[in-house]
């Protein structure tokens, strides 16, 4: 029987990390206090801890924070799962566009308007007036893991091992039993190809401005692989016959 050695746990770049959020609470004129007290729900003394690089949030905090600061996990993240979108051609897919009639390069944009909203799974649900961050739903993190995972054709054991924790974490984590810290959730990420935007799903509440082509790539960062090469093929199909009219 083959020995498979179990990868070392790659650890996040915390002081990166807390530079970023500082950054961005900064430039939207939150204090420490208001980020902790008001939006976050927690010390502001942990928050500051996190900026500094000493701390790191738990997924339900990190989220919160992503909430409160309406920035996407990706760029917090950035440094840690450099984010390998399936629409690899996505520019030159634009250019190609921009040279259609705008009739047919409306239909191509309506398409990929519904794409995004049905394959990225981006549905909101009604926040509870009671609460402003209603209670982190494992379930649906864990279901999220399980589907990606299972597109991967990875089984627990071989997740388990390339991001350096036993199967029986994974198996609980699909569960909805427990969640990962962090670390182990870039990890994740990065053995499965997925961008964080899509395994946090519905509890991310970002509210888009305007939906423009970078908009679109944006939320397609919250599908599966799978998911974003379906995306891509529809879309050069569609763009490559229009040019043809």
């Not at 009739?103 to 990225?120: G, M, N």
């Not at 509890?203 to 970078?214: A, F, N, P, V």
Request: aromatic share 8%.
């Amino acid at each position: 029987m083959n020995h498979i050695q179990k990868k070392k746990l790659t650890n996040l770049d915390r002081k990166e990390f807390g530079r970023r959020i500082k950054q961005i609470r900064t430039l939207a004129n939150i204090t420490s206090n208001q980020l902790g007290n008001y939006n976050c729900k927690v010390d502001p003394a942990f928050i500051r801890q996190i900026e500094s690089g000493s701390r790191l949030p738990s997924i339900p905090l990190f989220v919160k924070i992503c909430n409160s600061l309406q920035i996407s996990p990706c760029y917090l993240l950035e440094k840690e799962i450099p984010i390998q979108n399936e629409i690899s051609d996505w520019n030159e897919l634009i250019k190609l566009t921009l040279q259609i009639p705008p009739i047919f390069r409306q239909i191509i944009y309506d398409v990929l308007c519904s794409l995004t909203e049905h394959l990225a799974e981006t549905k909101k649900e009604p926040l509870f007036l009671t609460e402003e961050f209603p209670t982190f739903k494992r379930e649906e993190f864990g279901r999220r893991l399980c589907k990606v995972r299972e597109e991967m054709k990875l089984t627990p054991q071989q997740l388990a091992i390339n991001c350096g924790i036993t199967p029986t974490f994974i198996h609980q984590i699909e569960a909805g039993n427990r969640l990962p810290g962090l670390s182990i959730f870039t990890s994740l990420c990065n053995a499965l190809k997925v961008s964080p935007a899509y395994l946090l799903g519905n509890e991310l509440k970002i509210t888009s401005t305007t939906y423009d082509w970078k908009e679109l790539e944006r939320i397609s960062y919250d599908m599966t692989p799978k998911a974003q090469k379906i995306t891509i093929d529809i879309m050069s199909i569609l763009i490559r016959n229009f040019a043809k009219i």
